[in-house]
């Protein structure tokens, strides 16, 4: 947030608002949220309260990370979004198939 914030002064008539909506807030701490993101006065208040709802009232699991581990599963399907972008037979490469994978 630090940055946006940075980047914000030093372009005042950048989009700012496209940035914004990309920064996960119920991420950041409650701490830093009112003493660093609020005071910069880029978020509305009721975005801030949101954020502080969502950080302390969801289990952190379900807080909306970049990236997960899942446990005994296979992420490198078609299920999960995987593609195959360079390879011979792309469509056996995901298929599941991990005993007979040799050509």
């Known amino acids: ?13 950048g989009d700012i608002g496209s940035v914004l909506e990309g920064i996960r807030l119920s991420l950041i701490n409650i701490q ?12 509305p208040a009721d975005i ?8 302390t009232e969801s289990k952190d699991s379900e807080l909306r990370y970049r990236g997960y581990k899942m446990l005994e599963e296979n ?3 078609p299920r999960h979004g995987a593609t195959v972008l ?15 994978y040799d050509m």
């Not at 801030?48 to 950080?55: E, G, H, W």
């Open 1 to 13: 947030f630090k940055a946006v914030s940075r980047w914000a002064k030093a372009n005042p008539d």
């Open 75 to 77: 992420v490198a399907l």
């Open 48 to 55: 801030l309260l949101d954020a502080i709802q969502s950080r």
């Open 86 to 100: 360079v390879g011979e037979v792309k469509t056996a490469l995901l298929d599941g198939d991990s005993k007979n």
């Open 32 to 43: 830093d949220l009112l003493k660093v993101v609020r005071p910069t006065d880029l978020m």
